[in-house]
């Protein structure tokens, strides 16, 4: 995949989905600059999480952005590294509990 084509292929539909939707666009851009304006995370750090959650909710137009945004933060790939290892420890985890749902929600059937 080429991410920086996807990437502007993504932010033009955006676009017109902006253009379409101005006010859900201006909720969505406050939501997102709320982080922002705390100052407790630095940007590296806002980042890293933002890939690591971009990997968790299976969103490659938030791969797209945020790897391009983590690379201008300074984020280095041994850091991207180590975030990625932690998102995939949760949706192993996740898939642990959901298996264990799974199961009760089977045994429940049977009874």
Request: proline residues 2%.
């Amino acid at each position: 995949m080429n991410w920086n084509e996807y990437r502007k292929e993504t932010l033009s539909n955006v676009s017109d989905f902006a253009k379409a939707a101005p006010e859900t666009m201006k909720a969505l851009m406050a939501v997102s600059a709320a982080p922002q304006k705390t100052g407790h995370l630095d940007e590296k750090t806002r980042e890293l999480i933002s890939v690591a959650v971009a990997i968790t909710t299976r969103c490659d137009g938030c791969i797209a952005a945020h790897a391009e945004a983590a690379v201008k933060a300074g984020v280095t790939e041994e850091e991207l590294t180590e975030a990625l290892s932690v998102a995939i420890n949760l949706n192993t985890g996740a898939a642990m509990v959901y298996s264990s749902r799974a199961l009760a929600a089977v045994r429940q059937v049977q009874k």
